[in-house]
T-cell receptor, first 111, second 113 residues
Framework: DAKTTQPPSMDCAEGRAANLPCNHS???????VYWYRQIHSQGPQYIIH???NNETNEMASLIITEDRKSSTLILPHATLRDTAVYYC????????????FGAGTQVVVTP | EAGVVQSPRYKIIEKKQPVAFWCNPI?????LYWYLQNLGQGPELLIR????????DSQLPKDRFSAERLKGVDSTLKIQPAELGDSAVYLC???????????FGPGTRLTVL
């Protein structure tokens, strides 16, 4: 299974864009990149996912490099409520639904 | 739309006692998951159901853990007997099908004394 590497923590100023990096250098052609986040004392929440094209929804944008070995989750205007642990996960179509969470990145948004 | 419901939210028991957790998934979701989350770590999948069938239980410690999803809706996760190391948060999630985004409940925090 492909694994991901994320920085353990990041700080971000409120109102600024938060750019969260993720390395997945061993990703295979049939593996998707998923992002979830977990606010303290809550269950994880789905953010976005993609295969090779950049994706955008109401929560965030996902930028995947051309070689697919890394990606960046962008929160365009961070708010205090975006303080959470963010997980980057790769999931193969051979094991749909099997989310393998790592340690994630603790993002703290400060006023 | 109601989210995933779990109960109880908190449970404190003594070691060697049994304990059960209940999950009601989002209506219409065919896939149900149970995860275990230890402090400071990401969730780990214990078991995944497609309707009433357990399709992936490879990570479930079957000597003391059991789960069921009767009628393909609600699910119960049981531990008997509980050990000190079982203290953790037990999360339930559901999705329309296995490839869709998963919706998580708030979890049950178990403390074994």
């Amino acid at each position: 299974d492909a694994k991901t590497t994320q920085p353990p923590s990041m700080d971000c100023a409120e109102g600024r864009a938060a750019n969260l990096p993720c390395n997945h250098s061993t990703i295979s052609g049939n593996e998707y990149v998923y992002w979830y986040r977990q606010i303290h004392s809550q269950g994880p929440q789905y953010i976005i996912h993609g295969l090779k094209n950049n994706e955008t929804n109401e929560m965030a944008s996902l930028i995947i490099t051309e070689d697919r070995k890394s990606s960046t989750l962008i929160l365009p205007h961070a708010t205090l409520r975006d303080t959470a642990v963010y997980y980057c996960i790769v999931m193969t179509t051979d094991s749909w639904g099997k989310l393998q969470f790592g340690a994630g990145t603790q993002v703290v948004v400060t006023p | 739309e109601a989210g995933v419901v779990q109960s109880p939210r908190y449970k404190i028991i003594e070691k060697k006692q049994p304990v059960a957790f209940w999950c009601n998934p989002i209506s219409g979701h065919n896939t149900l998951y149970w995860y275990l989350q230890n402090l400071g770590q990401g969730p780990e999948l214990l078991i995944r159901y497609e309707n009433e069938e357990a399709v992936d239980d490879s990570q479930l410690p079957k000597d003391r853990f059991s789960a069921e999803r009767l009628k393909g809706v609600d699910s119960t996760l049981k531990i008997q007997p509980a050990e000190l190391g079982d203290s953790a948060v037990y999360l339930c999630a559901s999705s329309y099908w296995q490839g869709n985004e998963q919706f998580f409940g708030p979890g049950t925090r178990l403390t074994v004394l």
